[in-house]
């Protein structure tokens, strides 16, 4: 669609004008000259002749407007789109040639131009000839990382210190897969993905304590420290975590490591779901045979005691022995039965890590002044004792015995003591009764269910206590002036040294397929999508592919593709792409543009199962589309269907391009790939359009910023004044 150039009409309505003012002056200046008869005279020659006059003034204007037209594309427009094609080649990797057109100077520039494009190619060449031969090397290791990292047995997850992912392996993108609760389609893409938040798999507030803990122990000086827990998915899935730190260390300028700064984390991550529930089968068949076999021995030890009697008479006597015989042979079979279902329950035990008691206490004190607003003192203890702790559990029980005291007993003031007994573990928590204080603690305090705030978690503090293989208890401590309460916890002991020196580690470095290390420069952000830096964004670039060219007369959504960006790269391995069964005919002469048959979408799931998929896979992301009214209305006629809303906001790269190339005749799809030197995979198939469009943006991106186009806020308002965000669907 070729739009008329203003500047056409502005240059014919100022000849035209011009033309006008030049007959009123002649007319005036012969007034002026001529006496009233010769005046008169020429009115009369002219009479009854304006409108042949107004006439010809108009069709003098038709050639006038054909050589401004021509002026306009040889001298204006040609200069124009061969700057707009110069920078172009200036600001991307394009290799395509200048197309010559205009004057002859015009033409002579542009050959120039290419010549110059001619000799950039061949220096770029040539350097990158160099720099492969210096990197194959550094490329043969990379290689070989990642083909170790494809081989670990557990899920690795990096992440930065918001939390954003930013390196993670092809185990942990099945995991998490498994762990969707979405379809097929889209299992797992709305939660793994470079730039996505680990907290929508993981509690945040488990994730923040073990970042305290290993933050602690790193400020303490220990050379590899770690923390690690257990949290239950949103799908009901047991997870064992492992973090340790991803350190940025600063050096004394002759190599020595000084400082020590936490710039992100690594997660090892296990699904344990299955060896929980054999643990459990486990206990199952300990506690039927417990409950079996006491009866049945019971009644083999009676039997056997009347045996001893004397003068037993012979009738009772082989009685007493099928007895015997029946419960023997009853607790046989019973062990027999039991012995495969035991076999396959494995021996798995909720992790411990080891935490040292100054730690604990103060991560303790932390989280009662701040969420209770308590007065906490420490007492001196044994506070470089080593427990070994599933610490964010025993702190959520801590908590909710202090608010109970504080609720029941009016308790405003604690302290806490850490230390050792009998071999065991012993924190304490201590505070000063007051009449009837210590009954009121005694009641119930250890069957509720624990209660932090307005969180409510299904264990009691008996269920922590039993996961450490401790107890708890109240008791009195008078001495010589003070009469005080406590509750006193046993918890297992940790060996003193179990943080070893980093030298006894074997450092097996291993470097995923997915992963973006720049991400680590990402921070929490605090302003409007609108404020934020282009650059800076996440993008969830689409196409759909659909019956027809109607929407809201009931064309429907057949596929659906979709690839995202994240730091300025187009993540190709992060993709969306279903196939959609629109419950309805596909036009034949639709089949040719798309490709996709009845049969290709019989049997695929329909709207109502695709479209929240793809809801969950554009979450926190801009959308993208070439010639996004379409494609935007196809998505917003489902939301009622679907019960999903797409308020994201969006970018149209037809617009884009509109806006940085606005000399430029065509902005199709094509066009636009061509002169950015990109090539088109898949022309019309929703996957395929959608990864041209996603190249298409990133090219466009720093040529926005040349024009002062810098945020997603700049971007959508100079979008919208375009001649071509006038089409609506």
């Known amino acids: 669609m070729?739009?008329?150039?203003?500047?056409?009409?502005?240059?014919?309505?100022?000849?035209?004008?011009?033309?006008?003012l030049w007959l009123v002056v002649a007319g005036v200046l012969l007034w002026a000259v001529l006496d009233p008869a010769d005046w008169h005279t020429v009115l009369e020659a002219l009479g009854g002749k304006g409108g042949l006059l107004l006439f010809l003034w108009a069709g003098s204007l038709v050639p006038t407007a054909a050589a401004l037209r021509h002026l306009i594309e040889h001298y204006v427009r040609a200069p124009a789109k061969l700057a707009e094609e110069a920078r172009l080649l200036l600001e991307t990797d394009a290799q395509r040639l200048p197309t010559p057109c205009g004057s002859a100077e015009n033409r002579r520039l542009a050959e120039a131009i290419g010549q110059l494009v001619t000799q950039r190619e061949a220096l770029r060449a040539e350097m990158d000839q160099r720099v492969r031969a210096a990197t194959r090397q550094t490329e043969l290791e990379k290689n070989r990382l990642a083909a170790l990292m494809s081989e670990l047995t557990k899920s690795v997850v990096v992440c930065n210190l918001d939390g954003r992912i930013l390196l993670y392996n092809n185990r942990a993108r099945l995991q998490f897969r498994r762990l969707s609760r979405l379809?097929?389609?889209?299992?797992?893409?709305?939660?793994?993905?470079?730039?996505?938040?680990?907290?929508t798999v993981l509690d945040r507030k488990l994730v923040n304590h073990a970042l305290e803990n290993v933050q602690r122990r790193l400020h303490r000086g220990a050379d590899a420290p770690s923390a690690q827990f257990v949290?239950?998915?949103?799908?009901?899935?047991?997870?064992?975590?492992?973090?340790?730190?991803?350190?940025d260390a600063e050096s004394d300028g002759q190599g020595a490591r000084t400082t020590d700064t936490m710039t992100g984390f690594v997660l090892l991550i296990e699904n344990i779901?299955?060896?929980?529930?054999?643990?459990?089968?486990?206990?199952?068949?300990?506690?039927?045979?417990?409950?079996?076999?006491?009866?049945?021995?019971?009644?083999?030890?009676?039997?056997?005691?009347?045996?001893?009697?004397?003068?037993?008479?012979?009738q009772l006597h082989e009685q007493l022995l099928a007895v015997i015989r029946e419960e023997v042979q009853g607790l046989s079979q019973r062990l027999e039965e039991a012995q495969p279902t035991a076999g396959r329950a494995l021996r798995s035990r909720w992790p411990l890590e080891e935490m040292l008691g100054d730690d604990?206490?103060?991560a303790a004190v932390r989280r009662l002044e701040s969420e209770l607003e308590l007065a906490v003192d420490v007492e001196r203890g044994d506070r470089d004792v080593w427990l070994k702790v599933e610490s964010f559990t025993l702190l959520q029980a801590v908590l909710h015995l202090a608010g109970r005291l504080r609720q029941h007993c009016q308790v405003s003031a604690l302290t806490l003591r850490v230390g050792m007994q009998s071999g065991q573990g012993v924190l304490d928590?201590?505070?000063?009764?007051?009449?009837?204080?210590?009954?009121?603690?005694r009641l119930g305090w250890d069957d509720e269910p624990i209660q932090v705030g307005s969180e409510t978690l299904s264990l009691t503090v008996r269920d922590v206590l039993e996961r450490h293989g401790g107890e708890c208890w109240i008791e009195q401590e008078i001495d010589d002036a003070r009469h005080r309460c406590l509750f006193r916890l046993l918890l297992p002991l940790a060996a003193a040294q179990e943080e070893l020196p980093a030298a006894t580690f074997m450092r097996h470095e291993s470097r995923p397929e997915y992963y973006d290390f720049d991400l680590f420069r990402t921070t929490e952000r605090t302003l409007s999508l609108d404020d934020s830096p282009l650059t800076e964004l996440a993008y969830t670039v689409f196409d759909t592919e659909t019956t027809g060219l109607n929407p809201a007369e009931g064309d429907e959504i057949i596929q659906i593709g979709a690839v995202r960006i994240v730091n300025g790269k187009v993540l190709s391995q992060e993709f969306f792409d279903q196939l959609v069964d629109p419950k309805r005919m596909i036009p034949p002469a639709s089949i040719p543009i798309h490709g996709i048959t009845p049969d290709m979408v019989k049997g695929q799931p329909t709207i109502q199962t695709v479209l929240p998929a793809f809801h969950g896979f554009c979450e926190d992301t801009v959308l993208v589309a070439h010639n996004a009214a379409f494609d935007m209305r196809c998505l917003q006629l489902k939301e009622k269907l679907t019960g999903v809303r797409f308020d994201h906001p969006?970018?149209?790269?037809?617009?884009?391009?509109?806006?940085?190339?606005e000399n430029q005749d065509s902005h199709r799809l094509e066009a636009i790939a061509e002169r950015f030197g990109l090539t088109i995979i898949g022309r019309h198939t929703a996957i395929g359009d959608a990864m041209v469009t996603a190249e298409i943006l990133v090219k466009l991106i720093p040529l926005l910023a040349e024009k002062g186009i810098h945020t997603l806020g700049q971007a959508r308002a100079a979008t919208q004044k375009t001649y071509y965000a006038r089409v609506n669907y």
């Open 273 to 314: 779901t299955e060896d929980m529930q054999a643990h459990a089968e486990k206990n199952r068949i300990l506690t039927n045979l417990t409950e079996d076999s006491r009866s049945a021995l019971a009644s083999a030890r009676a039997a056997a005691e009347v045996l001893e009697l004397p003068d037993i008479p012979g």
């Open 183 to 199: 379809p097929k389609p889209a299992g797992g893409s709305e939660l793994m993905g470079l730039g996505r938040s680990i907290y």
């Open 2 to 20: 070729r739009r008329l150039d203003w500047r056409l009409f502005v240059g014919v309505a100022i000849v035209g004008v011009v033309c006008l």
């Open 360 to 362: 604990l206490i103060e």
């Open 231 to 247: 949290t239950a998915t949103r799908s009901g899935k047991l997870l064992r975590v492992q973090m340790s730190p991803v350190r």
């Open 650 to 661: 969006v970018l149209d790269t037809l617009l884009l391009s509109a806006l940085v190339h």
């Open 429 to 441: 928590l201590i505070w000063m009764p007051c009449d009837g204080a210590n009954d009121k603690a």
